[in-house]
């Protein structure tokens, strides 16, 4: 077994933060973060344990900072992932439709790393679920999608094409307050 396999083994089984602070003890882990095959982003491990999540606000203001600081930092980390064999992609932050180019821009990550896992958790804590955002439906397709074993998305709309064939290798889907014009 090589170093890298070693490596990349005992990175499966420690938190992307875990990681990260390893890799400030360590020069020999100095860049294994941008090889972790399990990417969460959630309030706390994107904004760390103080902040609270969007919505919890009811500053309006309080709610746009927060989301625009997640996003920055979300793109940050993956623009430096390396993005080999993602295993699971996840997102849990109240984001909507407006923030879609940025959230499609992970999809399209999570897709090009191959992911087998994909979740995106966009509830709010508040009581509105308008504009939720549009799952990327289209930019799925025979070939990227075939990695694909489980998706689960939460405050989400569905819009397929009337092409879409679906996703060959899921065999989990859970969809909750889902929104769908089909």
């Known amino acids: 077994m090589h170093c890298q396999d070693i490596v990349l083994r005992v990175m499966?089984?420690?938190t992307l933060k875990e990681v990260a602070q390893l890799s400030v003890v360590s020069t020999n882990w100095r860049q294994a973060w941008t090889f972790h095959p399990n990417l969460y982003f959630g309030i706390?491990?994107?904004l760390g344990n103080n902040a609270k999540r969007k919505g919890t606000s009811s500053d309006l203001n309080c709610r746009i900072s927060s989301a625009n600081k997640f996003i920055k930092r979300v793109d940050a980390i993956l623009?430096?992932?390396c993005g080999t064999m993602v295993n699971k992609f996840a997102v849990k932050f109240g984001l909507s439709n407006e923030h879609a180019n940025h959230v499609n821009g992970s999809v399209a990550f999570a897709i090009a790393s191959k992911a087998r896992v994909i979740i995106l958790d966009f509830s709010p804590d508040?009581?509105?679920h308008e504009n939720n955002y549009d799952f990327p439906c289209h930019i799925f397709d025979k070939h990227n999608g075939s990695y694909l074993e489980a998706l689960r998305l939460d405050s989400v709309t569905l819009n397929p094409p009337l092409d879409f064939c679906g996703f060959a290798t899921l065999n989990c889907l859970l969809l909750t307050m889902l929104g769908c014009n089909i």
Do not use: A, N, R, Y
């Open 44 to 46: 706390k491990t994107v």
């Open 126 to 128: 508040w009581k509105s």
């Open 79 to 81: 623009e430096k992932h």
């Open 12 to 14: 499966s089984k420690l």
